[in-house]
């Protein structure tokens, strides 16, 4: 047993350390430590610049621009990225329907997509989730009906994250009516220029638009966008859900906040003394400290495991990083607000667009928002209330 | 980075994975209990006789050089056992300070003795007032005519009333909560003027309280003049212990809680089939997972000889244990319902030993409060 990293992860550490912070904009990066909302052109930007150095789609296979990179590496690449505050690649491309693609695409379907997947070319958004078809996915009713070379999709999806910014969605469609719920739906590719496709904004509890409705009213979609078998799209969105193991607890991401909170109480008062000298404070932040520290010993664990595992086999601890990250994360957002006070109480997003200066503390403005926002981390990719089920069943044996 | 055990430490496992298995079940833990020294003799000779009394020490000094991490192993199969032989106070603790404190001569003289199972040691250090500050020591060593003259009391001593010789803490010099001036004397527990009363502790062990009462001792019993910093660090490696010691007695109650949840039938089904308690069992399975990772960190940690950030890594592991151990321990015994509050039964015992593990060198408030204000675990990377 030995927790030091090999001189040879070191230097691969330093590397990452210096790349995030000297090649992707500081203005972008800082964007990302206050919880700004990024465009989509930062978003493509800060992927490109990945994607140039090799360094955006590392989980993909090697012949796709993949890395052949020990379970360390790819941990360290995670935790430097996080914690230099950099935009994670377009999750939408690069964790989720690129893999699905590489993994079950045609080949004429990884050349098509795969490219101008890894370089933003196309900015993809994720059609899963339905009106009636929250954490119960499979009840799922957009369906896609087969005329000759085309199939017609009618329905509606929800929830649709930057949707407003996409040119594709993947998406779950219903083939087969007959079937069994997971047996009759197929994993879709449709364009979203295709006439028939309406995206409405759903304005979330922040003021933020990040999610949507998407409808599809009699879309035509050519057969040759089904990636993989038809009706066999439940099995692809299964290995969708189930690639991502680590980086899914973001604890770099949540060391960024801390050190972040740390230099902002030093600059908040409480009473006569810096607000980071008051031991009931010092305290809290601790006490979710320790739970990162342990979320992140955790987190090594598995990866220590995952080179001796057979590939698609987990540790049962990994199954608790997602429960264990995201309550450490909203946690985090909330003692970020503390530290602001008074001064998250101006909403300042309908300022946007305007020269007016900011009131307040530059850092105050996205505190509140962020915590509100935050709510959804333990709500999407699977509730934690899912998440327990799927521990209870898989890990315990109830 | 690697997690993975050496072979040597596979096999340790598993020699005292197999030792707990086969005889310290529940029921053979009872009868061991009611022996007189409230331990089994015969499984102290076993305990011996595979050579774990050794584990800190040299092979020239019969033992077999065993750092913290085999330590954990040792520990951590003790706490599913709940096993009662004073191997924590003997080896952990005494074999600690003699280590890090002895001369080499008295080393070389004593180690051997504990290895073979022949000298048994206890660690007297807290007092009345003291709580969980390990600089606050009223006890008095006098210099007189070439002896040291002891005087004041110990507080629950852990296993110090069957041990051979007791590590004993006086001030030599300076104010009462002084760092310097801390005297650690190994004295003969039949010494004039030193009594000692045992009792049993509330997780079914046993300890003392001892007096000393114008106590002379020679010099040559005097292990260290200035002794704190090496109490410290051996503190620290006694708490890495007690984590692994409090996993593998979470994990027992894990065990048994998941188990009876297959078996246990209401209203027609398992009790596992209702939701609600699956999802309490799933964070009971957080629960112990996080303190596992957490005394793999204090395991690692606890050979650090920065004492600063040795600190703040033990600190945070015992937080970490004793919140866990809480949650774990108090939802083992509601999932269990009525059978889980009889003494008949083993959860309660499991239960009983976490919760004195936090009032062990300091609960979680104290260890928080040290962390807190040390300025907590992470910063800005340089």
Redesign the interface.
């Known amino acids: 047993m030995d927790l030091n990293f090999t001189p040879e992860e070191i230097a691969f550490r330093d590397e990452a350390r210096h790349f995030f912070r000297t090649a992707i904009p500081q203005s972008i990066r800082d964007k990302v430590a206050e919880g700004e909302g990024l465009t989509r052109d930062d978003m493509i930007n800060a992927q490109r610049i990945l994607n140039a150095k090799g360094w955006c789609t590392v989980n993909w296979p090697v012949e796709w621009g993949g890395k052949d990179w020990t379970s360390v590496q790819v941990y360290l690449y995670q935790d430097e990225m996080q914690q230099a505050n950099c935009p994670t690649p377009i999750a939408f491309n690069v964790s989720m329907v690129g893999p699905v693609i590489a993994q079950f695409g045609s080949q004429e379907i990884k050349q098509r997509f795969l490219p101008a997947t890894a370089n933003a070319d196309i900015f993809w958004c994720q059609g899963f989730s339905e009106p009636g078809s929250g954490s119960d996915l499979a009840s799922l009713r957009t369906k896609a009906e087969k005329k000759g070379d085309k199939y017609i999709v009618n329905g509606q999806k929800i929830w649709t994250t930057l949707a407003q910014y996409a040119d594709w969605i993947f998406c779950l469609v219903r083939t087969d009516p007959t079937a069994k719920a997971q047996e009759g739906i197929s994993f879709l590719l449709i364009d979203m220029k295709t006439p028939g496709i309406t995206v409405r904004p759903i304005i979330t509890i922040d003021g933020g638009r990040e999610v949507n409705e998407v409808f599809f009213d009699n879309v035509e979609v050519p057969a040759e966008n089904l990636v993989g078998q038809e009706n066999k799209g439940w099995d692809y969105a299964k290995f969708l859900l189930g690639n991502e193991r680590t980086g899914i607890a973001r604890v770099g991401a949540s060391k960024a906040k801390i050190a972040r909170i740390k230099e902002l109480a030093a600059l908040e008062f409480a009473g006569e003394r810096p607000l980071i000298e008051s031991s009931r404070f010092q305290e809290k932040l601790a006490a979710v400290e320790v739970e990162l520290k342990a979320l992140e010993m955790t987190q090594l664990r598995v990866v220590s495991d995952e080179r001796k595992l057979a590939k698609g086999r987990q540790n049962p601890a990994s199954s608790i990083l997602k429960l264990k990250g995201s309550v450490i994360q909203q946690q985090l957002t909330e003692l970020l607000m503390e530290v602001v006070g008074p001064y998250v109480m101006p909403y300042q997003r309908d300022f946007e667009g305007n020269n007016e200066p900011i009131i307040g503390p530059d850092y105050a403005s996205e505190a509140a928002p962020m915590y509100f926002n935050y709510r959804k981390v333990s709500i999407y990719g699977g509730s934690n209330e899912i998440q327990r089920n799927i521990i209870a069943k898989a890990i315990l044996g109830l | 980075?690697?997690?993975?055990?050496?072979e040597d430490?596979r096999l340790l496992k598993d020699s005292v994975d197999r030792l707990v298995a086969d005889q310290y079940q529940f029921e053979q833990r009872k009868k061991y209990m009611r022996e007189p020294a409230g331990y089994s003799a015969a499984m102290w000779d076993q305990i011996t006789e595979m050579g774990l009394l050794g584990l800190p020490f040299e092979e020239t000094l019969g033992g077999f050089g065993g750092g913290p991490?085999e330590t954990a192993i040792v520990m951590d199969a003790f706490g599913r056992g709940l096993v009662l032989e004073p191997y924590f106070a003997t080896v952990v603790l005494g074999g600690g300070l003699l280590r890090r404190a002895a001369s080499a001569s008295v080393l070389g003289a004593l180690a051997p003795k504990v290895a073979s199972g022949k000298l048994k040691l206890a660690f007297g250090h807290v007092e009345r007032h003291s709580r969980y500050n390990l600089a606050d020591v009223s006890t008095t060593a006098r210099k007189d005519s070439g002896n040291y003259v002891l005087d004041g009391a110990k507080s629950v001593v852990i296993h110090g009333d069957t041990a051979d010789k007791i590590f004993i803490t006086a001030r030599l010099s300076g104010e009462r909560r002084a760092r310097n001036g801390v005297g650690l004397f190994l004295i003969d527990p039949a010494t004039a003027g030193v009594t000692r009363r045992g009792y049993p502790t509330q997780d079914g062990q046993r300890a003392a309280e001892i007096t000393l009462t114008n106590a002379r001792v020679s010099a040559g019993d005097l292990i260290s003049d200035n002794a704190l910093p090496i109490i410290e660090h051996v503190i620290d490696e006694a708490i890495a212990a007690l984590c692994a010691e409090a996993v593998g007695a979470m994990q027992s109650m894990q065990d048994l809680t998941?188990e009876y949840?297959?078996t246990r039938k209401q209203f027609g089904r398992a009790i596992?089939?209702f939701?609600v308690?699956?999802?309490r069992?799933?964070?009971m399975?957080?629960a112990v997972?996080?303190?596992r990772?957490?005394a793999?960190?204090a395991?690692?940690m606890a050979g650090e000889e920065n004492p600063i950030e040795r600190r703040k890594a033990i600190s945070?592991a015992k937080?970490?244990i004793g919140r866990s151990a809480r949650h774990v321990g108090q939802e083992a015994i509601q999932l269990h319902g009525g059978i889980g509050m009889t003494n008949e039964y083993a959860v309660g015992h499991y239960f009983k030993r976490v919760t004195m593990i936090d009032q062990l060198y300091g609960d979680a408030d104290t260890h928080?409060?040290y962390?807190?204000?040390q300025?907590?675990?992470?910063?800005?990377?340089a």
């Not at chain 2, 980075?1 to 050496?6: A, E, N, Q, V, Y």
């Open positions: 980075m690697d997690f993975d055990l050496s430490q991490v998941l949840l297959k596992g089939s939701q308690l699956q999802h069992s799933v964070d399975l957080v997972e996080q303190a990772s957490m793999l960190f395991a690692v945070a937080v970490q928080l409060s962390l807190a204000a300025g907590g675990l992470f910063g800005k990377v």
